[in-house]
């Protein structure tokens, strides 16, 4: 009697175990890839999924977003200066069937992945283009991991250069290049400010003498400006045609 009422119970334990086991309960962002004897079956969830026991197997995949930071990564840029720069990258599962058959820890994978591409794209781009074009940088790797991940079942939806650390020397280095720059931008503006102004004191000179009678104008408004300052002495220009009218006469007179 005793051997039997334990026969029994194991019995019923092994059947509560076996019920037990088939359940699998998925939340909603979750999902079970289901194998049939090692052979894929289908991808199951979210909510109560039924599993046979022994003979099939799941796997739970999370398809929530997955946010990592690549660790900084020493990048030789185009134009020869050696920076470290690390980025964030955001992906998630969209396929689980391939995130479990096509690729081994496909976190690990992602993030070598996105190692690899950081440096091979950030050395193709010059250290101004680092700091000023980011967005474009972004995007452009971004685009490449997104490609590279398809087959793994993996959208890289984002990627976010963080830190570009310059060392000193070449801080110091772009601090003179930068000034250089403004100084040469400072000379060709004011030789292009002194050739302006040239081009229209010719312009004057030209019109002034096409007209006398403006000369004139212009003479008297210059003596009115002098007359308005405080000096002590001032001289006043003769005409030199004027001169040469009295000279003349004079030469004229004395001699009859």
Do not use: C
């Amino acid at each position: 009697m005793g051997l039997t009422f334990g026969f029994g119970g194991i019995v019923l334990a092994l059947i509560i175990f076996l019920l037990a086991s088939a359940v699998r309960i998925f939340r909603e962002y979750e999902r079970g890839v289901v194998f049939m004897l090692g052979r894929f079956w289908k991808v199951k969830g979210p909510g109560l999924v039924l599993i046979i026991p022994v003979v099939q197997q799941v796997v739970r995949m999370d398809l929530r977003t997955v946010v990592f930071d690549v660790p900084p990564q020493d990048v030789i840029t185009r134009d020869n200066v050696s920076v470290k720069v690390n980025a964030v990258v955001y992906f998630r599962v969209v396929d689980p069937e391939k995130a479990v058959i096509q690729v081994a820890r496909y976190f690990d994978a992602t993030s070598q992945l996105s190692q690899t591409t950081l440096r091979a794209i950030l050395g193709k781009h010059e250290l101004d283009e680092l700091l000023s074009e980011r967005e474009r940088l972004n995007s452009d790797i971004q685009r490449v991991l997104d490609a590279q991940t398809d087959v793994w079942g993996i959208k890289v939806s984002n990627v976010e250069i963080k830190d570009v650390d310059i060392n000193e020397t070449m801080i110091r280095a772009i601090a003179r290049q930068a000034e250089a720059e403004r100084e040469r931008r400072a000379k060709i503006i004011h030789a292009e400010g002194e050739l302006q102004a040239s081009e229209k004191l010719l312009q004057a000179a030209q019109m002034l003498a096409q007209a006398p009678q403006a000369m004139q104008l212009r003479y008297l408004q210059t003596l009115t400006t002098i007359a308005g300052d405080k000096n002590s002495t001032i001289v006043f220009p003769v005409p030199v045609d004027l001169v040469s009218a009295v000279i003349d006469r004079f030469t004229k007179s004395s001699n009859p």
